[in-house]
């Protein structure tokens, strides 16, 4: 018995048609100009490039929602102003405090 699968592996493994279909998979799987490594890289560049368009598109939610604020409120613009401008009122003095990094 053992002989026959032994017989049965080489013979499948020296057919012609198994030895082609072999190197046309290893030429394509390694050797061509997208193979495997090739196209995962390309997945991982897509996925990530994905994930930025999303952080993108949150981001301009976010704006239009300020400048939606902005147009119609004037408490807003002037929250808005004090906060990234330091800007201030009349009689009043502005602090910025900075934290050192150390």
């Known amino acids: 018995m053992k002989k026959f699968k032994e017989t049965l592996f080489w013979r499948i493994i020296k057919n012609k048609y198994f030895i082609v279909i072999f190197i046309f998979f290893l030429i394509i ?22 994930y930025t368009i999303d952080t993108m ?17 004037l408490d807003t613009i002037e929250r808005y102003g004090r906060e990234n401008y330091y800007m201030k009122r009349k009689n009043e003095d502005v602090f910025i405090v900075v934290e050192d990094e150390d």
């Open 57 to 73: 598109h949150q981001g301009i939610y976010q704006d239009s929602l300020q400048a939606e604020r902005l147009m119609y409120n």
């Open 29 to 50: 799987l390694f050797l061509d100009e997208n193979n495997l490594l090739v196209i995962r890289s390309l997945r991982k560049d897509v996925s990530g490039l994905e």
